[in-house]
């Protein structure tokens, strides 16, 4: 299981240096990403290193990733990892940044020896009560006293 977080890990701290073609190397050809933007489900094309590079100049720098109570679940060469993310930035132009707290459900493969992204899921939950806003001041619970 150590791998597994340190592929999780080093590619979510990967965003900060803004090196969209090392980060995609941790993704398996052809993975399936539902992320935070629209659309529900991302292009094929999310492979190319251009549509994380233009998401990123969106940001005085490239935004910072920070990946909490993690938890992986592993049989083979399959695992399952979830956690709660914050992405902390300053949007171009803006004079205050921002840090957003998301959910995360990873699959990852064993494919030629390497743990490879195949199944990316983030999430915001949202409000219940007809509003339907997006929740994105919720931050985590303290973790519990072992």
Not at 58 to 64: S, T
Not at 106 to 114: A, N, S, T, V
């Amino acid at each position: 299981m150590n791998e597994i977080r340190e592929v999780i890990e080093r590619k979510a701290a990967l965003l900060e240096t803004g090196d969209a073609k090392a980060i995609l190397s941790y993704y398996a050809p052809g993975f399936v990403e539902f992320n935070l933007a629209p659309p529900l489900r991302q292009p094929a094309e999310s492979q190319n290193p251009a549509a994380l590079e233009t998401w990123m100049a969106n940001f005085e720098a490239p935004p910072r990733r920070e990946v909490t109570q993690l938890e992986i679940t592993t049989d083979g060469d399959v695992a399952f990892a979830t956690s709660i993310d914050s992405l902390s930035a300053v949007p171009r132009g803006a004079d205050e940044g921002f840090t957003l707290w998301f959910r995360v459900t990873l699959g990852l493969r064993r494919i030629d020896g390497r743990w490879l992204v195949t199944h990316e899921h983030e999430s915001v939950p949202f409000e219940m009560d007809g509003s339907f806003r997006a929740s994105t001041d919720l931050t985590p619970d303290p973790a519990p006293a072992d």
